[in-house]
């Protein structure tokens, strides 16, 4: 079992930065593969990144790609994300969530979620 606790959202100005962080309670921390999730007003929650389990494999959204990037510290049980040039279209609240599987967390069935980070984009 792991627990799941996002920080660091916040409103930004566009062409901004921000990194979230994501702490992880538990000792299995290392075997999970970790992800971000976001989810807008009125809309689905979508993928945003994912990080293998040894760090040594990232993944990312289309939308987000080339902007932010994942990164984890297995020895401080943490997963970050942070955020360049940041958009309008970023708002949303941002979700940390592990899985033991890369595939079935970038498929968006994770095992585990936290509760999530509001990030705002103004224009």
């Known amino acids: 079992q792991v627990q799941l606790v996002e920080s660091g959202g916040g409103l930004m100005q566009a062409g901004g930065s921000l990194r979230l962080a994501c702490a992880a309670s538990?000792?299995?921390?290392?075997?999970?593969?970790m992800a971000w999730f976001r989810q807008a007003p009125g809309k689905e929650r979508e993928f945003v990144a994912a990080?293998?389990?040894?760090?040594?494999?990232?993944y990312y959204a289309d939308s987000v790609k080339g902007r932010f990037t994942i990164s984890r510290d297995n020895a401080k049980s943490m997963v970050y994300l942070q955020m360049y040039s940041l958009k309008p279209e970023d708002t949303a609240v941002y979700y940390c969530?592990?899985?033991?599987?890369?595939?079935?967390?970038?498929?968006?069935?994770?095992?585990?979620w936290g509760q999530g980070t509001q990030v705002t984009v103004s224009s």
């Open positions: 990080i293998r389990s040894s760090g040594d494999r990232t």
């Open positions: 538990g000792r299995t921390f290392s075997s999970y593969a």
């Open positions: 969530a592990a899985g033991q599987y890369f595939s079935t967390v970038v498929s968006g069935n994770p095992d585990h």
